[in-house]
T-cell receptor, first 110, second 115 residues
Framework: GENVEQHPSTLSVQEGDSAVIKCTYS??????FPWYKQELGKRPQLIIDIRSNVGEKKDQRIAVTLNKTAKHFSLHITETQPEDSAVYFC?????????FGKGTRLSVIA | SAVISQKPSRDICQRGTSLTIQCQVD?????MFWYRQQPGQSLTLIAT?????????ESGFVIDKFPISRPNLTFSTLTVSNMSPEDSSIYLC????????????FGDGTRLSIL
């Protein structure tokens, strides 16, 4: 089955800097890669996703890149703000359900 | 996206008892899932709730401990049976609105503490 590795487990950045979170997956058949943001005590919320026929997708300050050959995908957050502080989870699947990474705790320091 | 209502939002239970968690969606959805999230951990899939048939359980989870119902396309329940302190966790309902590897959305979760 699919296995998703996520790094780093914790990340601290200064406000205004960029943050990058990386994930690798094991199943070359996986074709859907979403990212979720979970604030303390809240539900995981989908923030961006990408499918295997696309190499990059951007939505305002967040972007996701996918390298199918290397089987890794990354979340990029630019101009970070304190409200970006949360735990971020990557996930992968060929068919549902999703397999999640272990999460990255992002702290944005004002 | 679909609005997912989960209840109770939290509960404190005695060991040996059982609790049923409900998940109600405001529209018909193809897929419903139940996840467990232990403190500070990732999301672990318990099972896929299948409408009109037995749920599909992931390795390490069994029907006797986590019976699941899904009587229609908008509702599912998860029961945590014969609870022990190790069952203290957040239990989350998730839905995929249509088939074919579409985005999953989560309910607010049920925070369960076992004394």
């Amino acid at each position: 089955g699919e296995n998703v590795e996520q790094h780093p487990s914790t990340l601290s950045v200064q406000e205004g800097d960029s943050a990058v979170i990386k994930c690798t997956y094991s199943d070359s058949a996986s074709n859907y890669f979403p990212w979720y943001k979970q604030e303390l005590g809240k539900r995981p919320q989908l923030i961006i996703d990408i499918r295997s026929n696309v190499g990059e997708k951007k939505d305002q300050r967040i972007a996701v890149t996918l390298n199918k050959t290397a089987k890794h995908f990354s979340l990029h957050i630019t101009e970070t703000q304190p409200e970006d502080s949360a735990v971020y989870f990557c996930a992968a699947s060929e068919v549902t359900p999703l397999v999640f990474g272990k999460g990255t705790r992002l702290s944005v320091i004002a | 996206s679909a609005v997912i209502s989960q209840k109770p939002s939290r509960d404190i239970c005695q060991r040996g008892t059982s609790l049923t968690i409900q998940c109600q969606v405001d529209s018909q959805v193809t897929m419903m899932f139940w996840y467990r999230q232990q403190p500070g951990q990732s999301l672990t899939l318990i099972a896929t709730a299948n409408q009109g048939s037995e749920a599909t359980y992931e390795s390490g989870f069994v029907i006797d401990k986590f019976p699941i119902s899904r009587p229609n396309l908008t509702f599912s329940t998860l029961t945590v049976s014969n609870m022990s302190p190790e069952d203290s966790s957040i239990y989350l309902c998730s839905v995929e609105e249509s088939g074919g590897n579409q985005p999953q959305h989560f309910g607010d979760g049920t925070r369960l503490s076992i004394l």
